[in-house]
Every structure is written in structure tokens, then in C-alpha cells.
């Protein structure tokens, strides 16, 4: 099994001059998700936490609907990468083989070998929740982010997802390359931990695309904030699917896109 991190020994060129400097930098695998022994998805993705990669990438891509629907889970090393072999109940198995839908995706893409434009855009389920969270306080939480990002603290080069109980704070957080697949791993840690999404927020260091948006729906979050901006249909989706989206944060505050009324925001705030 290769390492998530790997030592490299580039040149660097700087101020005219031209010195070797040892880097870390983040492995890149093929990711091959089997059912059954067939093959649904391959993803380039970083090898660490696959088994809560294989059971969040289930959840949300609809192929089972609770980490128990999984009988058997291997992670199997081989020359071309490495295959989370999973054996699904017979129900589950039966309904995949229904479907007939195979993504080849390079380095976190989500929506890779789509077969229809309507799969593209399904509508993702409506999260209903009656949460609170003190604005100044999930600010703060973003800033949790960075002391635990390991792998991104030597290389500077993966997304993290984590997610943030008000009353416990970050419970878990999940690294790699590609943001969907951290997203898909927060998705695993959490079910197989059993912790309920509904009662915190999923932060995000990376922007918000709509397939973002449609797992932290399938996770049945509440709350979905990112450093970085949202697109315009990831918008429109976290509004129809009741999600409240936060995005650009930084240091000193951030921006409501959708669904304001969970966030309990100062008394002297106000709208521009």
C-alpha cells in the first residue's frame, strides 16, 4: 500500500539561483470501487482512510443506504492501484445491477461519467432541521481546520472536510486530494461512528461545486461552510434542498448564501 505522503527532492529556482529542496508531497492513486466484483467507479484519490471512503462514496452515490448494507469490505493493494472490494446485501446488489451507470473520474471530479444530464442534476433530499449556531462560533470552528490538516501541513497540496458539533467541536476530519473524495470520507467516518450530521455543520477548505452540496444533502447536514465561493447552481440546490450555505469565510467572518435563520447572528449585524 503506498503512502499517503511522499518525499520528492526538486530543483528550485529562486532570486537566480538553482538548489535541491526536499518536499513532501500527497500520493495520487487509482481508487477502483468493486460491488460484487464489478467495477462501479475509479477515482484518483489519496490512500488513506479508504474504508470510510468506500462507505461515504456508498452513501452518497445512492448505492446503499446504511453502512450495515455492506456484508464485506476489503482493501486489496495490486500493481495498478487498489480496489475497495465490497460484497452488498442481496437487495442492494439486486438494485445495482439495475442501474447502469460506470464513472471513470480524474483527480476529485464528482459528476465524471454521468449518463444522463438528469442523474447530473437529481434533486437531493430536503434536510430539515431545527439547529442553531452562533455565528462567531462556527467562525471560530474554520479556524480549528488547519492544526489538524497532517497531510496538508507537509504538502500543502489536499482539501480537508470535517465536521463541527457546537457541543463537542470537530468530532472528525478527513484529507485528500481530490474534495470530493474528503467529503465522501467524512461521509464513512461519521456513518460508521454513528454520528448524526443533523446536529452540527460540514466545513469545507475548498469551494462549492453542486455535487458538493448534493452529498452534504445525502448526509443530511444542516450546514455546509467552505473557504472558498460557491457556484451559482450550488446556490440554487442548497436553497431547494434546505441546507444553509456559508462560503467565503475567513478570519473575520463570512458570507450567508441560503437559509439564514439557523445562524444566530449579532445583535449589531446587518444586511448590505
Not at 520528492?8 to 460484487?36: D, F, M, Q
Not at 464489478?38 to 484518483?44: I, K, S
Not at 489519496?46 to 452513501?59: C, H, R, Y
Not at 496538508?152 to 470537530?170: L, S
Given at each position: 500500500?503506498?503512502?499517503?505522503?511522499?518525499?520528492?527532492?526538486?530543483?528550485?529556482?529562486?532570486?537566480?539561483?538553482?538548489?535541491?529542496?526536499?518536499?513532501?508531497?500527497?500520493?495520487?492513486?487509482?481508487?477502483?470501487?468493486?460491488?460484487?466484483r464489478?467495477?462501479?467507479?475509479?477515482?484518483?484519490a489519496?490512500?488513506?482512510?479508504?474504508?470510510?471512503?468506500?462507505?461515504?462514496?456508498?452513501?452518497n452515490?445512492?448505492?446503499?443506504?446504511?453502512?450495515?448494507?455492506?456484508?464485506?469490505?476489503?482493501?486489496?493493494?495490486?500493481?495498478?492501484?487498489?480496489?475497495?472490494?465490497?460484497?452488498?446485501?442481496?437487495?442492494?446488489?439486486?438494485?445495482?445491477?439495475?442501474?447502469?451507470?460506470?464513472?471513470?473520474?480524474?483527480?476529485?471530479?464528482?459528476?465524471?461519467?454521468?449518463?444522463?444530464?438528469?442523474?447530473?442534476?437529481?434533486?437531493?433530499?430536503?434536510?430539515?432541521?431545527?439547529?442553531r449556531?452562533?455565528?462567531?462560533?462556527?467562525a471560530?470552528?474554520?479556524?480549528?481546520l488547519?492544526?489538524?490538516?497532517?497531510?496538508?501541513?507537509?504538502?500543502?497540496?489536499?482539501?480537508?472536510?470535517?465536521?463541527?458539533?457546537?457541543?463537542?467541536?470537530?468530532?472528525?476530519?478527513?484529507?485528500?486530494?481530490?474534495?470530493?473524495?474528503a467529503?465522501?470520507?467524512?461521509?464513512?467516518?461519521?456513518?460508521?461512528?454513528?454520528?448524526?450530521?443533523?446536529?452540527?455543520?460540514?466545513?469545507?477548505?475548498?469551494?462549492?461545486?453542486?455535487?458538493?452540496?448534493?452529498?452534504?444533502?445525502?448526509?443530511?447536514?444542516?450546514?455546509?461552510?467552505?473557504?472558498?465561493?460557491?457556484?451559482?447552481?450550488?446556490?440554487?440546490?442548497?436553497?431547494?434542498?434546505?441546507?444553509?450555505?456559508?462560503?467565503?469565510?475567513?478570519?473575520?467572518?463570512?458570507?450567508?448564501?441560503?437559509?439564514?435563520?439557523?445562524?444566530?447572528?449579532?445583535a449589531?449585524?446587518?444586511?448590505?
Open positions: 500500500m503506498p503512502a499517503p505522503i511522499q518525499r520528492s527532492l526538486p530543483l528550485v529556482w529562486k532570486a537566480g539561483e538553482c538548489v535541491a529542496h526536499a518536499r513532501a508531497i500527497p500520493e495520487e492513486t487509482a481508487i477502483a470501487l468493486t460491488y460484487g464489478a467495477t462501479f467507479a475509479v477515482m484518483m489519496t490512500p488513506a482512510d479508504l474504508e470510510d471512503f468506500a462507505v461515504g462514496f456508498s452513501l452515490e445512492r448505492v446503499i443506504a446504511a453502512p450495515s448494507d455492506i456484508e464485506e469490505l476489503d482493501v486489496v493493494d495490486g500493481a495498478a492501484g487498489i480496489e475497495l472490494r465490497m460484497m452488498l446485501a442481496a437487495p442492494r446488489q439486486d438494485a445495482l445491477f439495475d442501474r447502469r451507470r460506470h464513472l471513470t473520474g480524474a483527480t476529485g471530479c464528482g459528476l465524471c461519467g454521468m449518463e444522463s444530464l438528469e442523474e447530473a442534476t437529481r434533486p437531493p433530499p430536503t434536510v430539515a432541521s431545527d439547529l449556531l452562533s455565528a462567531a462560533a462556527l471560530a470552528a474554520m479556524n480549528l488547519a492544526p489538524l490538516q497532517s497531510l496538508n501541513r507537509e504538502t500543502r497540496a489536499v482539501h480537508a472536510a470535517a465536521f463541527w458539533d457546537p457541543a463537542a467541536g470537530i468530532v472528525a476530519l478527513r484529507e485528500d486530494v481530490g474534495r470530493h473524495n467529503l465522501d470520507k467524512l461521509a464513512g467516518a461519521l456513518a460508521r461512528a454513528n454520528v448524526p450530521s443533523a446536529r452540527g455543520a460540514v466545513l469545507l477548505t475548498s469551494r462549492v461545486s453542486v455535487e458538493m452540496v448534493q452529498k452534504a444533502a445525502m448526509m443530511g447536514a444542516p450546514v455546509l461552510m467552505a473557504v472558498s465561493a460557491p457556484t451559482a447552481l450550488a446556490v440554487r440546490v442548497a436553497e431547494a434542498a434546505g441546507i444553509t450555505l456559508a462560503a467565503v469565510a475567513r478570519s473575520d467572518g463570512f458570507e450567508l448564501f441560503t437559509h439564514p435563520a439557523r445562524i444566530l447572528l449579532d449589531h449585524s446587518h444586511v448590505a
